[in-house]
């Protein structure tokens, strides 16, 4: 398949680069500094602004996916919606956040006392991304939210989904590696079982 990401030079988005150019998809590696991109086979890396939104509709133009993995605070949601939705793609695909998966019945962890204050502002605007996006009827979005720690780890391949509740361990802790998230990214893209939803992954 023929593959745009914004942000493919990002922690979440060089392993979403790496692992569908392993996979033998074309991948169009969108970022400010091109050159931090990997060389990779079937990887292009382009130059690109998420913030110009004419200009991102042209870099996805023609690609069968589309994926955000920018950071919220620092992107337009409806800009890179209104992108999407013009570009023609055929999947919009969003890197999200832990803070909007619900602790309890009707509770975001980016609500509760113990939520760290220094991911507040980013962990609100993206759940503010996906309210915007849940009210979008034609756009063939997917919303993907990691567990609570996002970090550096090993590809495993094994791992729970879920859907609006936060995932824990047996140990209490909620993690997604960001090499493992970016395979179950790639899972969704290749079969295809979350259209208009956002859903979660974690050990």
């Known amino acids: 398949m023929k593959i745009a990401i914004a942000g493919a030079s990002g922690q979440a988005g060089s392993r ?3 692992e569908l150019a392993r996979r033998g998809h074309a991948v169009t590696a969108i970022a400010r500094n091109p050159e931090k991109i990997a060389n990779l086979p079937g990887v292009t890396a382009v130059k690109g602004d998420v913030n110009d939104q004419a200009a991102l509709t042209a ?3 023609g690609h069968e996916a589309a994926i955000s993995s920018v950071h919220f605070t620092v992107s337009d949601p ?6 999407a939705k ?3 793609v055929g999947r919009y695909l969003v890197v999200g956040g832990a803070g909007s998966l619900e602790v309890a019945p009707g509770v975001r962890l980016v609500t ?3 939520f760290p204050a220094q991911y507040k502002a980013e962990a609100s605007k993206g759940a503010e991304f996906l309210d915007l996006l849940r009210q979008e009827k034609d756009l063939n979005w997917t919303f993907l939210s990691p ?3 996002f970090v550096a780890g090993e590809r495993t391949g094994k791992f729970r989904l879920g859907t609006d509740q936060l995932l824990t361990a047996a140990d209490g802790k909620s993690s997604i590696s960001f090499e493992d998230f970016a395979v179950a990214l790639a899972d969704e893209i290749e079969r295809p079982a979350h259209i208009r939803q956002r859903f979660t992954v974690g050990y």
């Open 147 to 149: 567990s609570a720690l």
């Open 78 to 83: 409806a800009k890179l919606i209104g992108a």
């Open 86 to 88: 013009a570009s023609g």
């Open 112 to 114: 509760t006392p113990t």
């Open 16 to 18: 979403l680069t790496a």
């Open 59 to 61: 870099l996805w133009a």
